[in-house]
């Protein structure tokens, strides 16, 4: 008889479904994620790293999971060295997989690397839970075990991006033009956007002295949680705009940005965590299909006067972007680098890399 692991939301709520995975008690914030495809991508993703996230999606594992094949020293088929989220809700597991790429089920994934999961849940009804009332403090009890075996927490009261950052630099030689990235949750496609670009990337840790490094550029990664955390990377990034190094922001990194020049932030309800999110740009009015992960987001109102709003969420008017009006130093909310079916927002990097010239 397969056990039961059962999903307790702080507001007193429960849903109870069969574990697979790693059989193991966890706390964190529960998130949705409505994603159709690419759980390998999503689970490596830092940016999930203290969340215990929901995929609306109804059948999860179908196509297994893909080997650990390398390109520039990167893994080909997941956005970092490991999963980092706490815990997987779904609503359907199919033990059995079947994709040319698939060396092992997601099961066997999931506890190879110490992470529980709970199907047969209505993940519907939690999804629209959680869009009533937003995120969610929650916790994943296996069967037999009391409620009180731990306590709920709210990961955002840590600063998750020196968590998940590497903590020394490494190097991925490839051309004459250098920028450094600075790792708050990097996903492999951000540095592989790069490498294909014939540019050579410094990946340096979150709390880095990244100004004083000799560069052409400063990225600023996505990562997790509140960007206000993210102290010292906020003081580095004064520095550089101070210096007039182009800078590129991406999500989390998007909002330090931000945070550095003077603007602020706030935390969304339920975030943007799907890969059909439309953006509008500024003054074009033309709009792109963005895959995105955050719950955090740039407050336009407080954008100084050298800076412009550059994308907003059709959805529901959220900043997706700021912009200087004279110097090289820009952000996008959304992820640039991700291939939801279009991958026409690559331009951004091109736009950076023009601007290292």
Same mark, same amino acid.
């Given at each position: 008889?397969?056990?039961?692991?059962?999903?307790?939301?702080? $507001?007193?709520?429960?849903?109870?479904?069969?574990?697979?995975?790693? =059989?193991?008690?966890?706390?964190?914030?529960?998130?949705? +994620?409505?994603?159709?495809?690419?759980?390998?991508?999503?689970?490596?993703?830092?940016?999930?790293?203290?969340?215990?996230?929901?995929?609306?999606?109804?059948?999860?594992? +179908?196509?297994? !999971?893909?080997?650990?094949?390398?390109?520039?020293?990167?893994?080909?088929?997941?956005?970092?060295?490991?999963?980092?989220?706490?815990?997987?809700?779904?609503?359907?597991?199919?033990?059995?997989?079947?994709?040319?790429?698939?060396?092992?089920?997601?099961?066997?994934?999931?506890?190879?690397?110490?992470?529980? =999961?709970?199907?047969?849940?209505?993940?519907?009804?939690?999804?629209?839970?959680?869009?009533?009332?937003?995120?969610?403090?929650?916790?994943?009890?296996?069967?037999?075990?009391?409620?009180?075996?731990?306590?709920?927490?709210?990961?955002?009261?840590? +600063?998750?991006?020196?968590?998940?950052?590497?903590?020394?630099?490494?190097?991925?030689?490839?051309?004459?033009?250098?920028?450094?990235?600075?790792?708050?949750?990097?996903?492999?496609?951000?540095?592989?956007? %790069?490498?294909?670009?014939?540019?050579?990337?410094?990946?340096?840790?979150?709390?880095?002295?990244?100004?004083?490094?000799?560069?052409?550029?400063?990225?600023?990664? +996505?990562?997790?949680? $509140?960007?206000?955390?993210?102290?010292?990377?906020?003081?580095?990034?004064?520095?550089?705009?101070?210096?007039?190094?182009?800078?590129?922001?991406?999500?989390?990194?998007?909002?330090?940005?931000?945070?550095?020049?003077?603007?602020?932030?706030?935390?969304?309800?339920?975030?943007?965590?799907?890969?059909?999110?439309? !953006?509008?740009?500024?003054?074009?009015?033309?709009?792109?299909?963005?895959?995105?992960?955050?719950?955090?987001?740039?407050?336009?109102?407080?954008?100084?006067?050298?800076?412009?709003?550059?994308?907003?969420?059709?959805?529901?008017?959220?900043?997706?972007?700021?912009?200087?009006?004279?110097?090289? %130093?820009?952000?996008?909310?959304?992820?640039?680098?991700?291939?939801?079916?279009?991958?026409?927002?690559? %331009?951004?990097? $091109?736009?950076?890399?023009?601007?290292?010239?």
């Amino acid at each position: 008889m397969k056990a039961s692991g059962t999903l307790y939301l702080n $507001d007193g709520s429960s849903f109870t479904g069969t574990l697979f995975g790693k =059989a193991k008690n966890i706390n964190g914030e529960v998130v949705f +994620n409505t994603g159709m495809v690419g759980y390998p991508e999503t689970l490596t993703d830092p940016s999930y790293k203290g969340q215990i996230l929901v995929m609306t999606y109804p059948l999860i594992g +179908n196509y297994g !999971v893909p080997g650990s094949e390398r390109e520039n020293g990167l893994l080909k088929y997941f956005e970092s060295e490991k999963i980092h989220l706490q815990g997987l809700i779904i609503s359907d597991y199919s033990a059995e997989y079947s994709h040319w790429s698939a060396v092992k089920s997601l099961h066997q994934w999931l506890e190879e690397e110490d992470i529980p =999961a709970i199907y047969g849940v209505d993940t519907r009804m939690i999804t629209r839970k959680l869009r009533e009332y937003g995120s969610m403090q929650g916790k994943i009890i296996i069967d037999g075990e009391s409620q009180e075996a731990i306590p709920f927490d709210d990961p955002n009261q840590r +600063n998750l991006a020196s968590e998940v950052s590497i903590k020394e630099p490494i190097l991925f030689s490839k051309g004459n033009q250098k920028v450094v990235i600075v790792d708050c949750g990097a996903k492999n496609n951000i540095l592989q956007a %790069f490498l294909r670009r014939n540019i050579t990337v410094l990946l340096v840790p979150s709390d880095y002295n990244f100004a004083d490094e000799k560069c052409d550029g400063i990225v600023i990664s +996505n990562g997790p949680g $509140d960007p206000k955390k993210c102290t010292s990377t906020i003081r580095q990034t004064q520095e550089v705009i101070k210096k007039g190094m182009p800078i590129l922001g991406i999500c989390l990194g998007c909002q330090i940005l931000a945070l550095a020049s003077g603007a602020d932030t706030y935390k969304l309800k339920y975030g943007h965590r799907s890969h059909n999110q439309p !953006v509008n740009e500024a003054g074009t009015k033309r709009c792109y299909i963005t895959s995105q992960n955050h719950g955090y987001a740039i407050d336009s109102q407080t954008l100084h006067e050298d800076w412009r709003e550059w994308f907003t969420n059709d959805n529901d008017g959220t900043n997706e972007g700021i912009i200087h009006i004279s110097k090289p %130093f820009f952000g996008a909310q959304f992820h640039p680098e991700a291939s939801p079916g279009p991958d026409d927002t690559e %331009f951004i990097f $091109d736009m950076f890399v023009r601007g290292l010239k």
